[in-house]
């Protein structure tokens, strides 16, 4: 499966390098390959282009021999005899190429000014594409970095109760209602569990270590 580098998301484009959002390595066909078989291998490998090696003029620049099949070109084709359109037949995204090294807004300006969604990367003066940047890699590079996961709550170690607080734990079942006890004593340091708790529901009085499902509510006043 073609991986992607680790990005820059929500940096400056002209601080990030094509080589830092690139997907490598690419995914090729043949150009004799039929329809059906380009869209299994779009599927599988959970892309949206796949390179296709065409026959091409052979004083052309080696790039040029190589086009882009994207996924709208596959939907493009889709309504016709898919037994007999070859992925040769629909590569019309245009094969514009950059350097790993160019900025991730110089592919941006290049994407824009030849109408495309997938550019190709080449090293200079090499022949083979090295990877592929798509629009959605631009997106992902846009977009402002997700918020860093919260660490898991340690109930044991961030409740603290004193006598006359209520715990409340969370109901696990859909129209169940929360179990409602009182806090007798804290037996751990600081106001820390275990409690000694008397349950609302049942009167029973228990020795009680909270989960991450507890929660402590302190009576106003």
């Known amino acids: 499966m073609a991986t992607r580098t ?8 002209r601080a990030v390098s094509v080589a830092d959002v690139m997907t490598h390595p690419i995914v090729t066909c043949a150009p004799d ?3 059906r078989e380009v869209a299994e291998l779009m599927a599988r490998n959970r892309i949206h282009s796949i390179v296709v090696l065409a026959a ?5 620049p080696f790039h040029r021999r190589w086009g882009v099949l994207s996924d709208l070109d596959l939907v493009g084709a889709a309504p016709w005899e898919a037994e007999v359109v070859t992925a040769g037949s629909i590569a019309g995204s245009p094969s514009v190429v950059v350097g790993p090294q160019d900025s991730l807004a110089a592919a941006a300006l290049c994407m824009a000014e030849h109408a495309t969604t997938h550019i190709l990367v ?3 003066g090499g022949e083979h594409p090295v990877g592929i940047v798509s629009a959605l890699d631009l997106a992902r590079a846009l977009a402002p970095p997700p918020p860093a996961p919260a660490p898991p709550r340690t109930a044991m170690a961030e409740l603290r109760a004193r006598p006359g607080d209520r715990l409340v734990i969370t109901a696990h079942h859909q129209g169940e209602p929360p179990r409602d006890a009182e806090v007798l004593e804290a037996r751990g340091p600081g106001g820390a569990p275990p409690f000694l708790v008397r349950w609302e529901d049942t009167g029973r ?4 270590y909270p989960g991450p499902d507890a929660t402590v509510a ?3 006043g």
């Not at 091409?56 to 052309?60: C, F, H, I």
């Not at 009085?205 to 009680?208: E, F, K, P, R």
């Open 6 to 13: 680790p990005d820059g998301s929500g940096a400056d484009l």
């Open 33 to 35: 390959v039929p329809l």
């Open 56 to 60: 091409a003029d052979e004083g052309a």
């Open 122 to 124: 080449v090293e200079p």
């Open 205 to 208: 009085t228990t020795l009680h």
């Open 218 to 220: 302190h009576p106003e």
